[in-house]
């Protein structure tokens, strides 16, 4: 999701069947902090992590680092943090590793994104998946070393309508150029049609994404909005890629049941139990200060930052059914 633009605004793990073609070794990755072994994202010493946050809109609300003590007070592990490399306030150094300690302050685990490339050839044609690496290479001395804390979401929904060809190349090409870099992390990858893979481009060419990148150390994350509003379409996606042992996160979602908007209402009862269903990560959108006084201020889930006036959706994905406080395991890294 975007501010202003609003673009369309262990519990119940269960193993995966992992094919020898896309599936990496079990050493791989192993004392270099979070990795892929049989389709699941696990931690150094080999544990399944199944991320449960949500997400904070940071670059837009710099001040607001009681976020991070809020969230995890509320039961969560994980928390995915906007960022922007100049297309809104850049976050240098400085203020990636400011984050990342207040991750590990509240024991979270840090998914960084750049939200830059949100809209790419539909809103703006400036800010590509090349230029997102760059930026990663930009602040690499606040993530190297952190593999344990961090994952590295390359770009925010990048491509509204693309051409799968272009979106595979483009998404292979900023892999490479961070490996070439000393990128160890686990690397998040959004789906194109604004993240929610409605043209399929991602379930179909995740195989050989995650087989071309050297150290098959990849996530794929889905928007789920529009195009999951209902349980069948929910259900099939998320099994098209656990069949295959392939890695995938909910990696945005929002309570829309009695939204008008079709681009944005969505199933959050079913991604939510689905997800614990099969042991698969989500993180909703947003904590709050989505689009101040735009279309969808349901999208956020506490009332102006203050975690004791959750909306009815941050009562739902924190303390409802299959929500955040009763599924979420925290990182064993933390002891």
Known sequence: MKPGLVLRACVGIVTAIATSMICAPASAGEGQGFHIVAGRLVESNG????????????TWH????????????????SLRVSL????WTPNGVDDVRAVISECKRNRLICVLEDHDTSG?????NE?????????????KDALIGQENYVLINIG???????????????????????????????????????????SFAMR???PGILNDDPDHNILFSVHMYGAFNNPAAVASYLDSFQTRGIPLLVGEFGD?????????????????????????????????GNDPGGPAPHLDQAVDFDPNRLTPWGQRIFEGPDGIGATSIEATVYG
């Open 47 to 58: 544990t399944p992590f199944v991320m449960r946050g949500t997400n904070h809109m940071f």
């Open 120 to 124: 790419y050839l539909t809103t703006q």
């Open 204 to 206: 179909d060419n995740a």
């Open 62 to 77: 710099p001040d607001q680092w009681a976020t991070f003590a809020d969230v995890k007070r509320l039961g969560a592990n």
């Open 156 to 198: 925010n929904e990048p491509y509204r309508t693309v051409d799968t060809a272009e979106w595979s190349s483009a998404t292979q090409s900023a892999i490479h150029k961070l490996r070439d870099a000393g990128f160890r992390h686990t690397l998040i990858v959004d789906g194109p049609d604004a993240g929610e893979d409605r």
């Open 84 to 87: 922007s490399g100049g297309r």
């Open 256 to 288: 829309n049941s009695d939204d008008p908007n079709q681009d944005i209402k969505s199933d959050a009862n079913s991604i939510m139990a689905e997800a614990v269903r099969r042991g698969i990560g989500y993180l909703g959108w947003c904590w709050s």
């Open 127 to 139: 800010w590509s998946l090349d230029r997102a690496a760059d930026y990663w290479i930009s602040i």
